[in-house]
């Protein structure tokens, strides 16, 4: 999450992501445990060639203002 929340490129060595919005919107790229898929993301990679991912809905870094919004609206009922 945070290599796709600062731009950063990321390579996970397994086939499954723990928020798939960092590969399907984000810097991440899945390769599983094969060599070659490895070696075609690095040199995507090196060749400055990486995708340009997009920040998910919400990954503005203000949930903690949404939460407190909602407690308070949730206070004056």
Same mark, same amino acid.
């Given at each position: 999450?945070?290599?796709?929340?600062?731009?950063?490129?990321?390579?996970?060595?397994?086939?499954?992501?723990?928020?798939?919005?960092?590969?399907? #919107?984000?810097?991440?790229?899945?390769?599983?445990?094969?060599?070659?898929?490895?070696?075609?993301? #690095?040199?995507?990679? #090196?060749?400055?060639?990486?995708?340009?991912?997009q920040l998910?809905?919400?990954w503005d870094?203000?949930?903690?203002?949404?939460?407190?919004?909602?407690?308070?609206?949730?206070?004056?009922?």
């Open positions: 999450e945070e290599a796709t929340f600062l731009g950063i490129p990321c390579i996970t060595l397994n086939t499954y992501a723990e928020h798939p919005e960092t590969w399907r #919107m984000g810097t991440n790229v899945l390769v599983g445990e094969e060599p070659a898929a490895l070696a075609k993301a #690095m040199d995507t990679l #090196m060749q400055g060639e990486w995708k340009q991912g998910p809905e919400r870094g203000r949930t903690a203002e949404r939460i407190v919004q909602i407690l308070l609206s949730q206070q004056k009922d």
